[in-house]
């Protein structure tokens, strides 16, 4: 593994540079559709009998694992960066709409692709018992903004759009872990935990998660206030991301719930109150850059996790028919209610399309599928996952800009 990392950040580098120089995309795009080309010249090299550059390539990036990777490494560093961006002002002017998202939108979207497919996957040749359709909706229901939130703050729309938008994709990566975390249970191990169980781990992964993150945030706050170098301080925030996740999963709280709450608090009273404007223009810059690479390095493993997935045409077909329960189960989950609701939800006119829309899936779940334990379903799973995932990024990432331009009032 460790020998790998230096090969990978090379590759990385380069298509990051071909995406820039060539392509031209919106980065994380750009780099995994680069991606998903070098992985599709490879399998078409081997299909032709040219050497076994599959081989070569699996046994490449099959060392990585992915899961691990993301949900024990990057995932903190991509919570804390988006949410120091977070607005806790607009935020909590809007925390009903993101709640109500982020939570019962959540839940809903998990249930009804679960049941849908249930009922559906049979038509592909799939059956799949309940408990693992439930599954799959409780890992493709978090939504990952991408380049949306900034897309949005390119085209002038309003600020209020885009805190929704950025706020419910934050907070509804930690209640999709938790809900993946019953259903993998009822699935794997054949437990049916009772309500007052399923409540006692929403309650401590979730509500827990949220105050220790507060606290954590808090902490941080004194100790960058009590000083003033931007050197140590970037070094504490990022002491209080790597450490705050691994104490969280000591604790029995959710680490990605911990680590928004700590990054919105530092973004908004840390960065007001306790940073000097130099110390405030260095953390800010650290952590975009941070984010950026990191989601570069994530979107090309998703690229490269094409040579090591099982494929066929069953699955494929399977994969096709979840994203389009997938995109329905958004429509009334998000969208519909914010139709409906129209001015009452006190988002602009073409709100509920771009929530439809832009609500893209992202590593998250590609993570979470990979982390079941090995069988015939996990890997109907983690085909579906990906499918969904890969037509997501791309067709829907590739032409949300003229969604946006074309529904939502921009301010500018």
């Known amino acids: 593994m460790p020998e790998f990392v230096p090969v990978f950040l090379v590759v990385t580098a380069v298509i990051a540079w071909f995406n820039a120089r060539y392509l031209r995309l919106p980065a994380t795009i750009g780099v995994m559709a680069a991606a998903l080309m070098l992985s599709a010249a490879t399998l078409l090299l ?8 599959r081989q070569y390539a699996a046994e490449l990036f099959g060392v990585i694992d992915f899961s691990d990777v993301l949900m024990e490494g990057m995932l903190s560093l991509l919570l804390f960066a988006g949410a120091l961006q977070v607005d806790l002002r607009q935020l909590a002017r809007y925390r009903w709409q993101v709640g109500l998202l982020a939570v019962l939108g959540t839940l809903a979207a998990a249930l009804l692709v679960g049941f849908g497919l249930h009922c559906l996957l049979p038509l ?14 409780a890992l493709i229901a978090p939504t990952d903004p991408i380049s949306v939130t900034g897309l949005l703050r390119k085209v002038g729309a309003p600020a209020t759009l885009e805190t929704v938008v950025s706020g419910e994709s934050l907070f509804n990566d930690g209640v999709g872990i938790v809900v993946f975390t019953v259903m ?3 699935a794997v191990e054949h437990q049916v935990p009772g309500v007052a169980d399923t409540s006692l781990l929403l309650l401590r992964e979730a509500g827990g998660g949220i105050l220790y993150g507060a606290i954590l945030g808090a902490l941080t706050y004194f100790m960058l206030k009590s000083i003033d170098s931007y050197q140590e301080e970037v070094l504490i925030t990022v002491a209080a991301v790597l450490g705050g996740y691994s104490l969280a999963h000591v604790l029995g709280v959710s680490g990605p719930l911990a680590m928004v709450a700590a990054g919105i608090l530092i973004g908004n009273r840390g960065r007001r109150e306790a940073m000097s404007d130099h110390t405030r223009e260095q953390l800010d810059g650290f952590w975009e850059l941070l984010d950026a690479m990191l989601n570069a390095v994530l979107f090309v493993l998703i690229g490269f996790e094409a040579l090591v997935l099982p494929f066929s045409g069953t699955l494929f077909a399977a994969g096709l028919l979840a994203a389009a329960v997938t995109l329905l189960a958004r429509l009334l989950s998000a969208g519909l209610p914010v139709a409906v609701l129209g001015r009452r939800s006190g988002l602009p006119q073409g709100a509920w399309q771009v929530l439809t829309w832009g609500g893209l899936r992202g590593g998250i779940s590609v993570a979470l599928a990979l982390s079941l334990p090995a069988g015939t379903e996990r890997d109907a799973l983690v085909t579906m996952t990906y499918v969904v995932v890969v037509l997501s990024v791309l067709v829907q990432g590739l032409s949300v800009e003229r969604l946006v331009r074309r529904v939502v009032p921009c301010t500018s």
């Open 184 to 186: 993998a249970a009822i």
């Open 124 to 137: 592909a040749g799939l059956p799949l018992p309940l408990p693992f359709c439930l599954v799959f909706g």
């Open 46 to 53: 081997d299909h032709a009998g040219l050497g076994r550059p």
